[in-house]
């Protein structure tokens, strides 16, 4: 698991960001600055998102509990081509064993996008609003975005029983909502 984090700050009437980068096993960072308009090419790099060739059309959103993820995380690693069979002899029918080993079959990475304004030091009174973006990347099978449940989420707010949804993204729809996450381009552009 990777932590990057990018901050996009006033500085004297100026957006300014710096990024910083983890790196596994090392407790070393690397930190820089870069222009605040390139912070969401940065992610997309960061992340992998690259334009595709063409987006299967004929996926469904993949609704199922938490435990279902799970058993599927944990049986798609052990024996992929026999994930599906035991999904369904755990009592999933066919409209979450099959996507479920699908898209965990095709998994690549997940990752995560969160926003929030930084706070005022002085201010003890609000709390900032945070907003993430969580993206499955499951390759051949393209991305999916977790829109289910709603972020943010802690542990204390999942259990097996929690549903969790997944709905098929373009690579143009998730830039848009990286776009609009960041809500770059007003802070670059004053």
């Known amino acids: ?10 500085v004297a009437g100026r957006p300014v960001a710096w990024v910083r980068e ?19 090419p940065w992610i997309a790099l960061t992340v992998g998102l690259r ?22 995380a944990l049986l798609v690693a052990r024996d992929r081509s026999a994930a599906e069979d035991e999904l369904r002899a755990a009592g999933f029918g066919a409209d979450v064993a099959e996507p479920l080993a699908q898209v965990l079959g095709a998994l690549r990475c997940t990752w995560r996008a969160s926003a929030a304004p930084i706070r005022d030091e002085h201010d003890e009174t609000t709390t900032p609003e945070v907003r ?27 259990d097996p029983t929690t549903v969790l949804r997944l709905e098929p993204r373009t690579h143009g729809q998730v830039w848009r909502a990286l776009t609009a ?4 381009g007003s802070a670059a552009s004053s």
Do not use: C, K, Q
């Not at 983890?22 to 969401?40: D, H, N, Q, R």
């Open 1 to 10: 698991m990777l932590n990057h984090a990018v901050t996009v700050a006033d």
């Open 181 to 184: 996450l960041l809500d770059i």
């Open 132 to 158: 993430s973006l969580v993206v499955l990347d499951a390759g051949s099978d393209g991305l999916w975005e977790r829109v289910a449940p709603a972020e943010p989420i802690g542990t204390d707010d999942l």
């Open 51 to 72: 334009a595709a060739g063409a987006v299967r059309r004929d996926r469904a959103p993949v609704s199922a509990p938490l435990r279902a993820f799970e058993d599927a």
């Open 22 to 40: 983890s790196w596994p096993g090392e407790a070393l960072l690397t930190v820089y600055s870069i222009e605040p308009g390139l912070v969401v």
